[in-house]
């Protein structure tokens, strides 16, 4: 479906303005540490908007079942998980560390769901 490669398009996009915005915007405005963190942020949602690109690809060759869901896992988790990452880096609110686990479980489960759907086919 086209529409995974438009999301992940644009979650590609938004990774590198976050990413600019991190290394010229807070540089000097937020500690060592939580410009790692925003990092991180940037960096797993560029790494799952080119699985979401992937999948857009596999899902227009392909009928592998569960690539849709895949697809789905993967945006929810860069919600989840980088979404809260940056909101932690700029904010200092640690209880929001307690919701990227989800994101990251997210993530597991769309690259388990990408397997599934592959083996299947």
Do not use: R
């Given at each position: 479906?086209?529409?995974?490669?438009?999301?992940?398009?644009?979650n590609?996009?938004?990774?590198?303005?976050?990413?600019?915005?991190?290394?010229?915007?807070?540089?000097?405005?937020?500690?060592e540490?939580?410009?790692?963190?925003?990092?991180?942020?940037?960096?797993?949602?560029?790494?799952?908007?080119?699985?979401?690109?992937?999948?857009?690809?596999?899902?227009?060759?392909?009928?592998?079942?569960?690539?849709?869901?895949?697809?789905?896992?993967?945006?929810?988790?860069?919600?989840?998980?980088?979404?809260?990452?940056?909101?932690?880096?700029?904010?200092?609110?640690?209880?929001?560390?307690?919701?990227?686990?989800?994101?990251?479980v997210?993530?597991?489960?769309?690259?388990?769901?990408?397997?599934?759907?592959?083996?299947?086919?």
């Amino acid at each position: 479906m086209k529409m995974f490669i438009i999301f992940g398009a644009v979650n590609a996009l938004i990774s590198v303005a976050l990413g600019a915005f991190g290394a010229h915007g807070l540089e000097g405005k937020i500690s060592e540490h939580y410009m790692g963190v925003w990092e991180k942020a940037v960096q797993y949602q560029m790494y799952h908007a080119l699985g979401m690109i992937a999948l857009g690809i596999l899902m227009q060759v392909t009928d592998a079942p569960l690539l849709g869901a895949a697809g789905w896992l993967m945006l929810l988790g860069i919600i989840f998980f980088s979404g809260s990452l940056y909101i932690l880096a700029v904010s200092g609110v640690s209880i929001l560390g307690a919701i990227t686990p989800i994101g990251g479980v997210l993530f597991l489960a769309g690259w388990v769901c990408l397997i599934i759907g592959i083996v299947k086919l």
